[in-house]
């Protein structure tokens, strides 16, 4: 996780961490648009509370922490209500040899993570994609760390079904200890 300067201002934060808070916000939605708003919203929030936010330890954690609950919320008032985001686009098997492979890899992969429940998508994404470790999701997500390693092996066998042909690393080879 990258640490901010103790004297860095809302736009130059913005300006560093917009890009990492958009691929959070997309791999958790799955909708450019809905993410594009995801990140406005949590932003938005931090920068009414800025000073207190740039006193953090790490600014990024608590805006991620922001967006993380704003997409959990958005996703259980969709859930409550019995509407449901549009099904993802079925992709055709390519030619193995294609050389844009993966980014149908990269399509199928993110699919398969929005057919996991919220709490375990969002534990894989801080897992794989932040590099964050056990504790650091728990104190994140305020559950335990067991309840981390127990929705992250969860997670990944629901994705290694979803994948078989993938190589889906395994909960216990990865398991880490956060800082």
């Given at each position: 996780?990258?640490?901010?300067?103790?004297?860095?201002?809302f736009?130059?934060?913005?300006?560093?961490?917009?890009?990492?808070?958009?691929?959070?916000?997309?791999?958790?939605?799955?909708?450019?648009?809905?993410?594009e708003?995801?990140?406005?919203?949590?932003?938005e929030?931090?920068?009414?509370?800025?000073?207190?936010?740039?006193?953090?330890e790490?600014?990024?954690?608590?805006?991620?922490?922001?967006?993380?609950n704003?997409?959990?919320?958005?996703?259980?008032?969709?859930h409550?209500?019995?509407?449901?985001?549009?099904p993802?686009?079925?992709?055709?098997?390519?030619?193995?040899?294609?050389?844009?492979?993966?980014?149908e890899?990269?399509?199928?992969?993110?699919?398969?993570?929005?057919?996991?429940?919220?709490?375990?998508?969002?534990?894989?994404?801080l897992?794989?994609?932040?590099?964050?470790?056990?504790r650091?999701?728990?104190?994140?997500?305020?559950?335990?760390?067991?309840?981390?390693?127990s929705?992250?092996?969860?997670?990944?066998?629901?994705?290694?079904?979803?994948?078989?042909?993938?190589?889906?690393?395994?909960?216990?080879?990865?398991?880490?200890?956060?800082?």
């Open positions: 996780m990258r640490r901010a300067s103790p004297g860095i201002d736009v130059e934060f913005v300006e560093q961490r917009a890009g990492a808070l958009f691929r959070t916000a997309y791999v958790l939605t799955g909708d450019a648009h809905t993410a708003d995801l990140v406005q919203e949590a932003l929030r931090a920068c009414r509370h800025w000073r207190r936010v740039a006193r953090a790490v600014p990024e954690a608590y805006v991620r922490r922001i967006l993380v704003l997409a959990n919320d958005r996703w259980r008032r969709l409550r209500s019995g509407e449901r985001p549009a993802e686009p079925v992709i055709e098997r390519p030619d193995p040899r294609d050389a844009y492979r993966s980014v890899l990269r399509a199928e992969l993110v699919a398969a993570l929005h057919t996991l429940p919220m709490g375990m998508r969002t534990v894989v994404v897992y794989y994609l932040h590099d964050l470790g056990d650091e999701i728990a104190q994140t997500l305020d559950i335990s760390p067991g309840a981390v390693r929705q992250l092996a969860r997670g990944l066998a629901k994705l290694r079904a979803a994948l078989p042909r993938q190589d889906v690393p395994s909960a216990s080879s990865t398991s880490r200890e956060g800082a």
